[in-house]
T-cell receptor
Framework: AQSVAQPEDQVNVAEGNPLTVKCTYS??????LFWYVQYPNRGLQFLLK??????LVKGSYGFEAEFNKSQTSFHLKKPSALVSDSALYFCAVRDKDTDKLIFGTGTRLQVFP | DAGVIQSPRHEVTEMGQEVTLRCKPI?????LFWYRQTMMRGLELLIY????????DSGMPEDRFSAKMPNASFSTLKIQPSEPRDSAVYFC??????????????FGPGTRLTVL
C-alpha cells in the first residue's frame, strides 16, 4: 500500500534560518508527491508537486522540495524562514490504484521571531 | 475564480439531528472529494466523485453518512442522525484531470461541525 510518513510532529526554527520539513514515502513504481500547507482555520493549500523530471521542485512562497529516490524522501525546504510560514504542513502521495491522495499526519512548523 | 465554496462555515447541532454540508467545486473541475479532519484521526478521505459519479466511498464511516453530487457544480454530505463523535472539520476539494498528468486538489475553507 502507498503511504507517506512525516516523522516530526513539530519543527521549530528561528526567522531567517533555513527550514526543512521531512517526508518519506513508500510506493510501488514512480511516485506522485505533493506538499500542502494549512493555516489556522483554513483549508489545505497546494504548495508544490513532483511528478517527473528535475528532482528539485520549486513551489509557492519560496518553498522547494527535493525528491530523493534512493532515500525515498521528499523533504520540504526554504532557505530563509518567515514568521508567517508558521502553519501545519502535509506531505501526500497519489495512490495510483485508486487516484486517492494519501496524506501524512502533518508537521507543525513554528517560526520564532 | 472564487475557489471551492463550502457552506455553512460553522454548524452546531444536537445529537440526533440531520446535518447537511454543501460544496460548490471550482468550475471545470471533474473530481470532487470530501474529507474529515480531527485531532485524533488527522485528515481522512470520506468519498470522491468523478464527473458526478461516486467512485470510492470506502471512507464513509457508516450508513449515517451519505453524499450526493446531482450536477457538476454542487455536492452535499449528509449525516443523519448526527452523533457527538461526528464533530470535526469537513473539507471539500476539487481537481481536474488532464490525461496523463495528475493535478493538485483545491480545498475549500471547511465546515466546522459541532454535535452536542
Amino acid at each position: 500500500a502507498q503511504s507517506v510518513a512525516q516523522p516530526e510532529d513539530q519543527v521549530n526554527v528561528a526567522e531567517g534560518n533555513p527550514l526543512t520539513v521531512k517526508c518519506t514515502y513508500s510506493v510501488s513504481g514512480n511516485p506522485y508527491l505533493f506538499w500542502y500547507v494549512q493555516y489556522p482555520n483554513r483549508g489545505l493549500q497546494f504548495l508544490l508537486k513532483y511528478i517527473t523530471g528535475d528532482n528539485l521542485v520549486k513551489g509557492s512562497y519560496g518553498f522547494e522540495a527535493e525528491f530523493n529516490k534512493s532515500q525515498t524522501s521528499f523533504h520540504l525546504k526554504k532557505p530563509s524562514a518567515l514568521v508567517s510560514d508558521s502553519a501545519l504542513y502535509f506531505c501526500a502521495v497519489r495512490d495510483k490504484d485508486t487516484d486517492k491522495l494519501i496524506f501524512g499526519t502533518g508537521t507543525r512548523l513554528q517560526v520564532f521571531p | 475564480d472564487a475557489g471551492v465554496i463550502q457552506s455553512p462555515r460553522h454548524e452546531v447541532t444536537e445529537m440526533g439531528q440531520e446535518v447537511t454540508l454543501r460544496c460548490k467545486p471550482i468550475s471545470g473541475h471533474d473530481y470532487l472529494f470530501w474529507y474529515r479532519q480531527t485531532m485524533m484521526r488527522g485528515l481522512e478521505l470520506l468519498i470522491y466523485f468523478n464527473n458526478n459519479v461516486p467512485i470510492d466511498d470506502s471512507g464513509m464511516p457508516e450508513d449515517r453518512f451519505s453524499a450526493k453530487m446531482p450536477n457538476a457544480s454542487f455536492s452535499t454530505l449528509k449525516i443523519q442522525p448526527s452523533e457527538p463523535r461526528d464533530s470535526a472539520v469537513y473539507f471539500c476539494a476539487s481537481s481536474f484531470s488532464t490525461g496523463s498528468s495528475y493535478n493538485e486538489q483545491f480545498f475549500g475553507p471547511g465546515t466546522r461541525l459541532t454535535v452536542l
